[in-house]
Nanobody
Framework: QVQLVESGGGLVQAGGSLRLSCAAS????????MGWFRQAPGKEREREFV??????????YYADSVKGRFTISREYAKNTVYLQMNSLKPEDTAVYYC?????????????????WGQGTQVTVSS
């Protein structure tokens, strides 16, 4: 089992940057594939896929809406996954969640993830 805690959210102007962190507990962090999802205002039933990174860090996937602007990475020594967000837009405003799942297969839907953090709010002003 793994516990996840996100941090790094906040209020930023359009065009700005934020880096989200997701700290994982436990010694088996390297066995999990990790994802970032977001839930926008008024869409409480939808957790939209943002980014995925494999257990090895060798494979990453991104939603088309963030490709070229967001970068997912992981640091095994700190049991942490990051989401670097650049060129932020007002439509990126959401609660951002990190999630963990078994290493295979790669997954881009929320129902395929087993463990979730509590979320961190990102607000982008125009």
């Amino acid at each position: 089992q793994v516990q996840l805690v996100e941090s790094g959210g906040g209020l930023v102007q359009a065009g700005g940057s934020l880096r989200l962190s997701c700290a994982a507990s436990g010694r088996t962090f390297s066995r999990y594939a990790m994802g970032w999802f977001r839930q926008a205002p008024g869409k409480e039933r939808e957790r939209e896929f943002v980014a995925y990174i494999s257990w090895s860090g060798g494979n990453t996937y991104y939603a088309d809406s963030v490709k070229g602007r967001f970068t997912i990475s992981r640091e095994y020594a700190k049991n942490t996954v990051y989401l670097q967000m650049n060129s932020l837009k007002p439509e990126d405003t959401a609660v951002y969640y990190c999630a963990a799942r078994a290493p295979f297969p790669p997954a881009t839907t929320a129902d395929q993830y087993d463990y979730w953090g509590q979320g961190t709010q990102v607000t982008v002003s125009s």
